[in-house]
């Protein structure tokens, strides 16, 4: 079974620029998170989405956005570019709400902002 | 709020011997899961062990077992026969449900194996 694929592995973007990171989870996993790492921070939660619905953000602007599709595939969006947001932002699948299962995570998206 | 603390952000041991990683949390839920992953240099996060809060037993995978001390709310791993292949960030990480459908890292491990 193919693992969690996202895509554009690698991302340089400018400052005010926008962009959109693409996740497709492990087939028949339904829940979709996103994390975002740096050095500084760690590992930050950004957002959860569960049958096309978010049901839970974490504490980021409202810059940081995301959906989910039918098919469980989601993106996540980034408005107005700032050079902060230069991280890797991984996404990781689980079959029903994280709570009964384990999340797996993807490769990720190096993003660079200049 | 959770949180997860690691307090030992570098860690080294000879190859084919033990170590042991730890990993302190807090949570008010009665109901919740713990994690150890592992991201080797390649920044593929991949999971190693996984604790369900009500079950007792620590739970063991091949060279990867956990001592989990409920009370204490301490998680710590042990990775027995060290192996060139076990350098990596290591990051402890709590779920506990209750509707926040989120994972909370620790600040991680990162574990050399010298040959």
């Known amino acids: 079974k193919a693992g969690v694929t996202q895509t554009p592995r690698y991302l340089i973007k400018t400052r005010g620029q926008q962009v959109t990171l693409s996740c497709s989870p492990i087939s028949g996993h339904r829940s979709v998170s996103w994390y975002q790492q740096t050095p500084g921070q760690g590992l930050q939660f950004l957002f959860e989405?569960?049958?096309?619905?978010?049901?839970n953000k974490g504490n980021f602007p409202g810059r940081f956005s995301g959906r989910q599709f039918s098919n469980s595939r989601s993106e996540m969006n980034v408005s107005t570019l700032e050079l902060g947001d230069s991280a890797l932002y991984l996404c990781?699948?689980?079959?029903?709400?994280?709570?009964?299962?384990?999340?797996?995570f993807g490769p990720g998206t190096r993003l660079t902002v200049l | 709020a959770q949180t997860v603390t690691q307090s030992q952000p570098e860690m080294s041991v000879q190859e084919a011997e033990t170590v042991t990683l730890s990993c302190t949390y807090d949570t008010s839920e009665s109901n919740y899961y713990l994690f150890w992953y592992k991201q080797p240099p390649s920044r593929q996060m991949i999971l190693v062990i996984r604790?369900?809060?009500?079950?007792?037993q620590n739970a063991t995978e091949n060279r990867f077992s956990v001592n989990f001390q409920k009370a204490a709310k301490s998680f710590s791993l042990k990775i027995s026969d060290s192996q060139l292949g076990d350098t990596a960030m290591y990051f402890c990480a709590l779920y506990s449900g209750a509707g926040s459908y989120q994972l909370t890292f620790g600040k991680g491990t990162k574990l050399s194996v010298i040959p």
């Open positions: 604790q369900e809060a009500y079950k007792q």
């Open positions: 989405y569960f049958s096309e619905t978010q049901r």
């Open positions: 990781a699948s689980s079959i029903s709400p994280p709570s009964t299962d384990t999340q797996y």
